[in-house]
């Protein structure tokens, strides 16, 4: 079993900044996929940000240029740098990981085998 918590998140004014992080523990390669995915009420579950195995990334056109996916393999951790936040980005965030070997497009991962808990951030007018 893999555990990931993720942590960062909160309130900010538009245009803000945060920096959501997820560890990863337990029986976790540092080699899988992994991936950020938000949930609004009301609204589907959508793919944010996703990192492959080879280290390549990709994201969702909403937030490209603006959101940044990175991970420290020695450390566990992946995170996710958003910048000149909008109010739409206000969310559930989610960490996930998927397989080694994994696809992804438009920031979402093909497959996912564990997800964190969430953590929230609200970007007020």
């Known amino acids: 079993q893999v555990q990931l918590v993720e942590s960062g998140g909160g309130s900010v004014q538009a245009g803000g900044s945060l920096r959501l992080s997820c560890v990863a523990s337990?029986?976790?390669?540092?080699?899988?996929?992994m991936g950020w995915f938000r949930q609004a009420p009301g609204k589907e579950r959508e793919g944010v940000a996703a990192?492959?195995?080879?280290?390549?990334?990709n994201y969702a056109d909403s937030v490209k240029g603006r959101f940044t996916i990175s991970k420290d393999n020695a450390r566990n951790t992946l995170y996710l740098q958003m910048n000149s936040l909008k109010p739409e980005d206000t969310a559930m965030y989610y960490c996930?990981?998927?397989?080694?070997?994994?696809?992804?497009?438009?920031?979402?991962?093909?497959?996912?085998?564990?997800w964190g808990r969430g953590t929230q951030v609200t970007v007020s007018s």
């Open positions: 996930a990981a998927g397989p080694v070997g994994c696809s992804a497009a438009a920031g979402r991962l093909s497959s996912v085998h564990y």
């Open positions: 337990g029986y976790f390669d540092n080699r899988d996929c």
């Open positions: 990192i492959k195995s080879d280290g390549s990334t």
